[in-house]
């Protein structure tokens, strides 16, 4: 079975965190701060603060925004629930905005028109989540001249874009949001197993998220509403969590950042070789921008019945017959249980649904090798056949 995502670990990797094993620290050493380091130097952003998963980030990455009850969050609807649940854990209300049909990102031109509905009904946003399809940021600076006018925070969910580009800088840098939050979950471009990251150019969101992800404790003088006892002395100040990443993970994470840029090159070098190789079938092929440089996390290609394909169902039940791993991506978070018990509807955002029913992922990742991709290609072929 050739699956849709595979880490790739090298002999460095392991020689590193069995260094760990064998250092006096597991977690709350070295290997984090050295990891973050390096993160943000990657992204050429001031500050990262690293976590136990994205998850955890964008629920911190909320909190030092100040989402909480009474608030609402917009994301997409195309993308994992935790782009969603992060508002919900606050206590806030969730509201979603359509893609576009060719990239399955957050339509600028759907976003401004319930942005000024909502400024009608007085139910603006207090932050807005664009989500990073398959690894293409989205249109952050139509976000961003949104976010100006009617004065909402922007996180950036990256979780498939680190080593991408926008406008020819990092996805991360931040120039067109508050917080940008990635994940170093095994499939994604980078791991740390599990894992990931807040991004931000704000020095004092940086101090919130750092508190927020161990217990809302700080060690230092100068954020202490006392006089410290002696070089033990903490104070708690808020209601945080116990997010932190171990040392164990930093550590692979940052041996796995030395190979970003050629993981990046890889996959996007296997993406052009499928856009080719898929020429000619009824397919939609992933949608690109000019000045956008995806960082290729997914290959997510549609079925077009109205070409003559069959049904992605049997597409999708041949292609894992012929032993291609194929998954979708994604259901759409409006459609699951827990957000109709809140008043959603199937039929409420159609270009993700549409995106929906035609979508499936096809292995992509950088060990992939060329007989591999081909053979994905040829059960393609064959799986397209009425």
């Given at each position: 079975?050739?699956?849709?995502?595979?880490q790739?670990?090298?002999?460095?990797?392991?020689?590193?965190?069995?260094?760990?094993?064998?250092?006096d620290?597991?977690?709350?050493?070295?290997?984090?701060?050295?990891?973050?380091?390096?993160?943000?130097?990657?992204?050429?952003?001031?500050?990262?603060?690293?976590?136990?998963?994205?998850?955890?980030?964008?629920?911190?990455?909320?909190?030092?925004?100040?989402?909480?009850?009474?608030?609402?969050?917009w994301?997409?609807?195309?993308?994992?629930?935790?782009?969603?649940?992060?508002?919900?854990?606050?206590?806030?209300?969730?509201?979603?905005?359509?893609?576009?049909?060719?990239?399955?990102?957050?339509?600028?031109?759907?976003?401004?028109?319930?942005?000024?509905?909502?400024?009608?009904?007085?139910?603006?946003?207090?932050?807005?989540?664009?989500?990073?399809?398959?690894?293409?940021?989205?249109d952050?600076?139509?976000?961003?001249?949104?976010?100006?006018?009617?004065?909402?925070?922007?996180?950036?969910?990256?979780?498939?874009?680190?080593?991408?580009?926008?406008?020819?800088?990092?996805?991360?840098?931040?120039?067109?949001?508050?917080?940008t939050?990635?994940?170093?979950?095994?499939?994604?471009?980078?791991?740390?197993?599990?894992?990931?990251?807040?991004l931000?150019?704000?020095?004092?969101?940086?101090?919130?998220?750092?508190?927020?992800?161990?217990?809302?404790?700080?060690r230092?003088?100068?954020?202490?509403?006392?006089?410290?006892?002696?070089?033990?002395?903490?104070?708690?100040?808020?209601?945080?969590?116990?997010y932190?990443?171990?040392?164990?993970?930093?550590?692979?994470?940052?041996?796995?950042?030395?190979?970003?840029?050629?993981?990046?090159?890889r996959?996007?070098?296997?993406?052009?070789?499928?856009?080719?190789?898929?020429?000619?079938?009824?397919?939609?092929?992933?949608?690109?921008?000019?000045?956008?440089e995806?960082?290729?996390?997914?290959?997510?290609?549609?079925?077009?019945?109205?070409?003559?394909?069959?049904?992605?169902?049997?597409?999708?039940?041949?292609?894992?017959?012929?032993?291609?791993?194929?998954?979708?991506?994604?259901?759409?978070?409006?459609?699951?249980?827990?957000?109709?018990?809140?008043?959603?509807?199937?039929?409420?955002?159609?270009?993700?649904?549409?995106?929906?029913?035609?979508?499936?992922?096809?292995?992509?990742?950088?060990?992939?090798?060329?007989?591999?991709?081909?053979?994905?290609?040829?059960?393609?072929?064959?799986?397209?056949?009425?």
């Open positions: 079975m050739i699956p849709y995502g595979r790739d670990i090298s002999d460095d990797d392991v020689a590193t965190v069995v260094a760990v094993l064998r250092s620290f597991l977690t709350q050493g070295p290997e984090v701060p050295r990891f973050e380091a390096a993160l943000a130097q990657a992204c050429d952003v001031p500050h990262a603060v690293a976590m136990n998963s994205a998850t955890s980030a964008l629920h911190v990455a909320c909190l030092a925004l100040g989402l909480g009850p009474g608030d609402r969050l994301t997409s609807p195309n993308t994992f629930v935790a782009s969603a649940n992060c508002a919900r854990y606050c206590g806030a209300e969730v509201g979603f905005v359509d893609v576009e049909p060719d990239t399955g990102n957050m339509s600028v031109a759907d976003l401004a028109a319930r942005l000024a509905q909502a400024e009608k009904d007085g139910t603006l946003p207090k932050v807005v989540v664009p989500v990073h399809f398959a690894g293409l940021s989205c952050m600076a139509g976000i961003a001249a949104l976010a100006q006018r009617y004065g909402f925070r922007v996180i950036e969910d990256a979780s498939h874009a680190v080593g991408g580009r926008y406008q020819g800088e990092h996805v991360g840098h931040g120039r067109h949001s508050d917080i939050v990635l994940s170093f979950h095994p499939v994604k471009i980078v791991t740390t197993a599990e894992g990931g990251a807040a931000t150019r704000d020095a004092g969101l940086a101090q919130a998220m750092q508190r927020l992800r161990s217990h809302g404790i700080t230092e003088p100068s954020q202490m509403r006392g006089e410290p006892e002696g070089p033990w002395y903490y104070e708690q100040l808020e209601l945080g969590f116990n932190r990443l171990t040392d164990l993970q930093a550590a692979l994470g940052r041996s796995q950042l030395a190979r970003l840029s050629d993981y990046v090159a996959r996007r070098a296997l993406a052009d070789r499928y856009d080719a190789l898929l020429q000619g079938l009824p397919l939609c092929t992933p949608g690109r921008r000019s000045g956008v995806s960082a290729w996390h997914l290959y997510v290609v549609g079925v077009d019945e109205a070409a003559g394909a069959p049904p992605r169902r049997q597409v999708f039940d041949r292609l894992r017959a012929a032993g291609i791993g194929v998954n979708v991506h994604y259901i759409p978070v409006h459609w699951q249980p827990y957000y109709q018990a809140l008043g959603f509807r199937r039929g409420q955002f159609p270009q993700a649904e549409a995106h929906y029913r035609r979508a499936i992922s096809l292995p992509l990742f950088p060990t992939l090798g060329l007989d591999a991709q081909d053979r994905v290609v040829a059960a393609l072929r064959e799986a397209l056949r009425p």
